[in-house]
């Protein structure tokens, strides 16, 4: 067993920052992360980090468009505290060594970004995240601070009262993948999840293969609702044979799309007669995916993007690297030929209810990063806005478990926040396939932090047994069902049927999931056996995404229903949440707060 | 971490399957700077045991000197060796600039093609001086 | 790792040794064999002619730089190349005497042979 | 190219016979291997053509893989694939023991340098079209083995750690929200020295490393080099970075081959890093001139 104050699950940008925070309080921290710190997600993001640095930029204008950007899905406490905190993070990852791009007189530079209305996404180049993840391990490493690296994180120990807000968390376990050794980790101060997004329930993302929402099903399973679930970005330039993602930069400088009649289908159609190309994310991937369905899409699948116009000098200077993306990762090369395109899930907005200090209803629980909703971005994320939230709430946890946090949390969490019942029959089962199933607490009256440790290790051994030495499917086949079922019902376009239908099919793959077994004999390096754990939480979340989605009868942000064209404030202006509740999950409301100490917003409609 | 496993065999093959200048003009450096050292030994022994034993320092006629370097000139072997050895010098100092550039920084990106050319030179020099280097024994 | 963290790092000295002795051994080997190939033929090297150039002060300080130098350049890069290969600790020492042995050697019985050579002495 | 290894061809799918309780289990598992086999027919005969990749094998575990051997897969081709796309292939159909790291599928991540064809390269990176076929995979050489085509990296981190990678300026501005200055050429000189993603196939590709194992390494080089020209570091802290790279097994035993340079798939000029802190290292040591 190991013993920490502070546990960080997950080593992305969010972990990092975390785990930095806890360690400058004090703290006695250490990072466990199923992939090295370096090779985290992160990595990826290109665009950019936006903080309100200039002198005619404020920090409420920041806030309010992020507000705006939410579809007024947002919470206040959140957003107020995100926007003024993200100027000092972004000042201090500078200070850390972050390789910004600069300006002539040497600071750093800021450009323009989709919805903000002031310059003020920071960058590196056209590799942002990964100057911010490498930067920060940097700092883990300046600090000395312990991490386990290529440490699966499987479940959490938490207490078992029967009310989730009532619940402790004490640590948890974690499988070494190199040896095949499970162990506790034992956290006097609490655990911090921060692992990452979820794309892998479906089949074309942006996201990499390891982003399987672990930390949301495992502290939904703890008890931790997960919110907002239904709110799923689809970013629309992805390659189609990877989903790699071509920056929204092609569009900023004069890209265009092409349909198969070689129509400039933005105009052609009338999908977005002002802005053409540069329209927000969600109506380029809808405008997108018409086309397809239409039958106007290349090889029905996908639409061409063309910056052959923009002249070869250009665009080697501006956006080499797409290029390089479009060569190495599809094979083509974007100074002669259009670039293939289609949408892509991208980004989860949802994710495990938590407070402004990113802490859940389970005390010592906390969750930040793309994992965590705070109720930042709402419906729908800005461009740039995800970067600066793994800094301001992992710094926010990482000060909060090092106990340095004296003010009491304005957002609700648990079953004590909830407003409204969902009050409709699910087409299919929900939750346990059956009440064995040894991730529901059993009930056992456990005295000591380091015997509810002890129980769940033991939980988990006989687990990753029972997988090991059974006969049975092999959990790819499963996954790949979960992921098809999403991309085809879940996707940009959401019909009652359709979702109905994912339900259905995502009840079948958790039947089937009981019959998933382990090939592969070996305790060194079993991957075949990470993969199995990751896609049962693959089902959790793709259910809850699938489930939020039919219940939230409206259009509002990333959420598109064929049946309910308008934002409906009067029903649905409420968070959707989803909780475990001991393998028979249920679905409720809880409300938004608009309210802030300095500002009050006020929903209005959001266009641009 | 439980047990690693060497590759041995796989791994010295692995390498040279790939042909990479960079890395056959170390090996040619090495090569060669190897056989100019060991050249350098024997060249100062042939010298000295050329010269008559008690001659040091109050040199003889050097008689046996004159006789020893030309018996050792009429061998063919030697003249070819010689040639060998012109070459393997002409390549170590040709690619020894080539190293020199690099060293100051100069030229980096194009370190094959002046690696070819040091090849290229080496050769050209060799076959040129072959005539001299050959002449009466042939 | 580093022990000498003086400024007078011996990595950095013989580094840079190793390339200005190659400038120079540049010059000292063209101009070597050009002599004894070219200008005079070596199918007729005398010890008479041996002597007669050893016997002038230039050519004779020149043949001795180009001996040290050349011992100093072709057994550092030797060690380097061992150095290289991974060679550490006590075989490291052991391998770093016998070839500075080797190298005094080289040039005493170098220099032996040069004042036999030359007229001078 | 004769090495040691036995050729295997096709490894079977069916995992050892067990007793298990699950009779129902084993059924639907025959149904499904039986279903998957057809599809696999399908896809294979459907594909226009079809890739053949030898996969190395090694787990120190598993008795028929104690042995190193080549797995042979044949894996449907598609525009646009990548070795890691075959590789992922291979394991979701054929073998699901087939154990590699992979993550981002994008090149940022650094998982999945594997020695392809002879060559240190990105699985994700490289495109299945620009290889000669049957593709022949491996492990990085020059790193030990822990299973199939995963490597100990352990080494490789250590190496990276001993260059003190973190930026460490004499001081910071007081203002709260004051960067620190950086010229633009400043920033472009570090800029491509920051674009490192540890994935170890330098290190892999240089035989010095590979026979000294104390040689700092082409990767982590090129980090000190990063800190050490970033202006925003003072010239005491950027003589102590020199100091750590001049050490014995430091840029020294760079004997400029090139081959880190070569594979780098961040197109880092390596080499050139290198050589520009030898002479700094000269400047600075010899000072007194
Ligand atoms: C292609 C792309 C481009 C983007 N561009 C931008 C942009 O320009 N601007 C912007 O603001 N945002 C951008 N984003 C969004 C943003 O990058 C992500 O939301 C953010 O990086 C997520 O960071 P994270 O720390 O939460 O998770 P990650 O960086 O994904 O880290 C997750 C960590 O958790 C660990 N982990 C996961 N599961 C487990 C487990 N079970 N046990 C142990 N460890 C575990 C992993 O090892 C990893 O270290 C982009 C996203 C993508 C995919
Ligand atoms: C004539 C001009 C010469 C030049 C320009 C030259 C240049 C060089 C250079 C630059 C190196 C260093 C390679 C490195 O460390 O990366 C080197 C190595 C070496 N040189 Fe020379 N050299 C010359 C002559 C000689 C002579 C006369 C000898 C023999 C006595 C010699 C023997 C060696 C040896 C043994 C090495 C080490 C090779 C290795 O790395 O294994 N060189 N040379
Ligand atoms: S320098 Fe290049 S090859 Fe080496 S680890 Fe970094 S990215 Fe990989
Ligand atoms: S391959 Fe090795 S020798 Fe130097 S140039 Fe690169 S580090
Ligand atoms: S999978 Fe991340 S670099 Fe290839």
Known sequence: ?608 | MSQSYDRGIVESFGRWREFSAGMWAWIFHKLTGWILVGYLFTHIAVLSTAIEPGTIAAAGDGEFYTSTLQGLEELLIVRFLEVGLLAVAVFHIMNGIRLLFVDLGIGLTSQDKSFYASLVLTGAITVASIPTFLAGVL | MAEHYSSFNRGTWRWFLQRVTAVFLIGALAFHFVMLHFVNHAASITFAGTEARMGGILYFTLMMTFLVTAAFHGINGVYNALINMGLKGTQKKVVAAILVVAGIALIVQGTRVAIAMSPMF | ?289
């Open chain 1, 1 to 608: 067993m190991y013993e920490h104050d502070v546990i960080v699950v997950g080593a992305g940008g969010a972990g990092l920052r975390a785990a930095i925070e806890a360690h400058e309080e004090g703290a006695d921290v250490a990072l466990v992360t199923k992939l090295h710190p370096v090779r985290s997600h992160t990595g990826a993001a290109e665009g950019g980090i936006n903080a309100a640095l200039h002198e005619k930029d404020s920090w409420d204008l920041h806030a309010y468009d992020t507000m705006k950007g939410s579809d007024y899905l947002g919470d206040a406490p959140a957003i107020d505290a995100f926007a003024k905190e993200a100027r000092h993070e972004v000042i201090q990852l500078e200070h850390w060594g972050m390789p910004f791009s600069r300006e002539e007189d040497g600071t750093v530079s800021q450009r323009p970004f989709g919805g903000l209305s002031h310059p003020r996404t920071t960058y590196a180049g056209a590799e942002t995240g990964h100057h911010l993840l490498h930067t920060m391990y940097e700092q883990v490493v300046k600090r000395g601070i312990e991490v386990y690296d290529e440490w699966f994180v499987t479940r959490l120990a938490v207490t078992d009262e029967s009310n989730p807000s009532d619940r402790t968390c004490h640590g948890c376990v974690a499988y070494e993948i190199a040896t095949g050794e499970l162990s506790g980790f034992y956290a006097r101060d609490g655990v911090i999840l921060a692992t990452g997004g979820l794309g892998q329930a479906f089949d074309h993302t942006t996201n990499a293969i390891a982003c399987t929402g672990d930390g949301q099903a495992m502290a939904y399973r703890a008890g931790a609702p997960m919110e907002d679930m239904e709110f799923v970005q689809f970013h629309p330039t992805t390659l189609p044979s990877t989903g790699v993602l071509i920056s929204e930069g092609v569009r900023g400088e004069g890209g265009i799309l092409y349909n198969d009649n070689e129509e400039r289908l933005m105009y052609e159609y009338g999908y977005a007669n002002n802005d053409g190309e540069l329209a927000s994310r969600d109506v380029v991937s809808r405008a997108e995916l018409t086309e397809v369905n239409e039958g106007r899409g290349i090889e029905d699948e996908y639409v061409h993007l063309d910056m052959r116009h923009l002249g070869e000098e250009r665009i080697i200077d501006r956006l080499e690297n797409i290029l390089h993306l479009a060569e190495d990762f599809e094979g083509v090369d974007g100074l002669d030929e259009p670039m293939p395109v289609k949408p892509g899930q991208h980004y989860q907005m949802g994710g495990t209810e938590v407070d402004e200090y990113g802490h859940s209803c389970v005390d010592g629980l906390y969750a930040v990063g793309e994992c965590a909703c705070y109720s930042l971005h709402g419906a729908n994320r800005l461009g740039g806005n995800a970067l600066p939230e793994l800094l301001v709430f992992g710094a926010r946890a990482g000060r909060h478990a090092a106990g340095a946090v004296e003010e009491e949390p304005e957002i609700p969490t648990g079953p004590g926040a909830k407003s409204d019942d969902w009050d409709e029959e699910s087409p299919a089962e929900l939750g346990a396939v059956d009440a064995t199933d040894p991730i529901a607490a059993d009930g056992g009256a456990v005295a000591t932090p380091q015997e509810v440790l002890e129980q769940a290790v033991e939980t988990e051994r006989e687990r990753v047994e029972t997988l090991m030495e059974r006969d049975g499917i092999n959990h790819a086949d499963v996954r790949a069902k979960v992921q098809k079922t999403m991309t085809e019902n879940v996707n940009v376009f959401r019909e009652e049927s359709n979702l109905k239908q994912a339900l259905k099919d995502i009840r079948e793959a958790r039947e089937e999931y009981q019959n998933v077994a382990v090939a592969d004999p070996s305790r060194t390096y079993n991957t075949d056996l990470i993969h199995t754990i990751e896609t049962r939480n693959v089902i959790d979340v793709a259910e809850a995404i699938a489930l939020g989605a039919l219940a939230r009868k409206e259009f509002r942000g990333a959420h598109w229903r064929k049946q309910y064209q308008e934002r409906r404030d009067d029903e649905y202006l409420k968070h959707t949440l989803y909780a475990w509740n001991g393998g028979n999950p249920e679905l409720y409301y809880k409300p938004v707060i608009l309210e802030g100490h300095e500002e009050k917003y006020e929903p209005k409609v959001r266009s641009y």
């Open chain 4, 1 to 289: 190219m004769s090495t040691k290894i036995e050729e295997k061809p096709e490894t079977e799918t069916e995992a050892d016979e067990q007793t298990s309780p699950g009779e129902q289990r084993r059924e639907l598992k025959r149904e499904r291997a039986a279903e998957r086999e057809q599809q696999i027919q399908e896809e294979l005969s459907e594909a226009e053509e079809t890739v053949g990749i030898k996969v190395f094998r090694f787990d120190p575990e598993v008795a028929d893989k104690e042995e190193p051997r080549f797995d042979s897969f044949t894996v449907p081709f598609f525009r646009g694939m990548s070795v890691l796309d075959a590789l992922v292939y291979a394991r979701d159909t054929y073998d699901s023991s087939l154990t590699f790291r992979h993550s981002c599928r994008q090149a940022v991540c650094g998982s999945d340098a594997l020695f392809i064809n002879g060559r240190q390269r990105l699985a994700c990176k490289t495109q299945v079209s620009d290889l000669e076929w049957p593709i022949r995979i491996e492990p990085l050489p020059h790193q030990d083995v822990v299973k199939d085509l995963v490597v100990d990296m352990e080494h490789f981190y250590e190496q990276m750690h001993a260059v003190e990678p973190f930026f460490d300026p004499d001081e910071t501005p007081d203002g709260e929200l004051e960067e620190q200055r950086q010229t633009p050429e400043n920033r472009e000189k570090v800029k491509l020295s920051t674009r490192c993603i540890w994935c170890g196939a330098c290190m892999s590709s240089c035989n010095i490393a590979a026979g000294d194992n104390e040689y700092l390494g082409p990767a982590a080089i090129n980090k000190a080099y990063r800190f050490a020209m970033d202006e925003r570091e003072g010239e005491d802290r950027k003589q102590e970075r020199l100091r750590i790279v001049e050490q014995e097994h430091g840029v020294w035993r760079c004997q400029t081959q090139f081959s880190c340079t070569e594979v780098c798939p961040k197109d880092i000029p390596l080499t050139e890093h290198i050589q520009e802190l030898k002479r700094e290292a000269v400047k600075s040591n010899l000072k007194f001139w």
